[in-house]
């Protein structure tokens, strides 16, 4: 990016005025050019450029690219440096149908083996994601509460392949956080999910799972397929 697009210099123009510090100013107006398209995926970030094109130090476009990192719309590179991440409605589908079929299976399996201890833990983690801000930790909530439903499914290999995908969701629920705001419709879906499982009903429990994962996963992908196509930098 060796100057900002036409449409970065107009989400620069009008978030400078809106913002107490610098991070904050530089981290809104990327984020936003990033979800809407304007700087696409793969696209590398360099700091001394940014740094120009917003009028400030290093220091604000390094925390806020720091900050974006945390909600996956940024990674780092060893020899790239920050890059746009590349996220896809395909790749968002391809995951959610997979979850979908893995997950209730890992559920079935542990349903009947799940303690007093286990659904306890599970309740504290809906608990701390109730009361959790920062997009990284509450991916990594989301996680261990699943992970502690399926943990007693006893297949390694399927509670492996259950965890490897989750973990590659996460960076879908950090974006469609920071695309689409928080929604409680999860953690009710979250609470549902729990009782059903306090009460043993294996078919209501696996049932919330796929309707959980399919309802995420539709909701992403249709906001993805609905941003405007890339304007060339």
């Not at 780092?76 to 896809?88: D, K, L, N, Q, Y």
């Not at 392949?161 to 879908?172: C, G, I, K, S, V």
């Not at 309707?211 to 941003?227: C, G, I, M, P, Y």
């Amino acid at each position: 990016m060796t100057q900002p697009p036409a449409d970065l210099s107009s989400l620069i123009a009008r978030n400078r005025p809106r913002y107490r510090t610098a991070t904050e100013f530089v981290e809104a107006a990327l984020r936003e050019a990033i979800l809407s398209g304007v700087l696409p995926g793969g696209l590398p970030l360099r700091q001394e450029e940014l740094a120009t094109a917003f009028g400030v130090s290093r220091m604000p476009v390094r925390e806020a690219l720091r900050q974006l990192e945390a909600r996956a719309l940024v990674e780092f590179h060893p020899h790239r440096g920050a890059v746009v991440v590349e996220i896809s409605a395909e790749d968002s589908a391809d995951i959610g149908a997979i979850r979908a079929a893995l997950e209730p299976a890992a559920l079935r399996l542990s349903l009947p083996h799940l303690t007093a201890t286990d659904l306890d833990l599970a309740e504290e983690l809906i608990a701390e994601m109730d009361a959790e801000a920062d997009p990284g930790r509450m991916g990594e909530l989301n996680r261990r509460f699943h992970m502690t439903l399926y943990a007693r499914a006893g297949q390694p290999r399927l509670l492996a392949l259950t965890e490897q995908h989750l973990a590659a969701a996460d960076r879908y629920l950090r974006f469609q956080f920071a695309a689409l705001g928080y929604h409680p419709r999860s953690q009710d879906e979250h609470g549902a999910l729990l009782a059903a499982c306090r009460r043993g009903d294996a078919d209501a429990a696996c049932a919330l799972v796929v309707q959980h994962v399919a309802l995420a996963s539709e909701q992403l992908t249709a906001f993805l397929k609905d941003r405007p196509a890339t304007p060339s930098a």
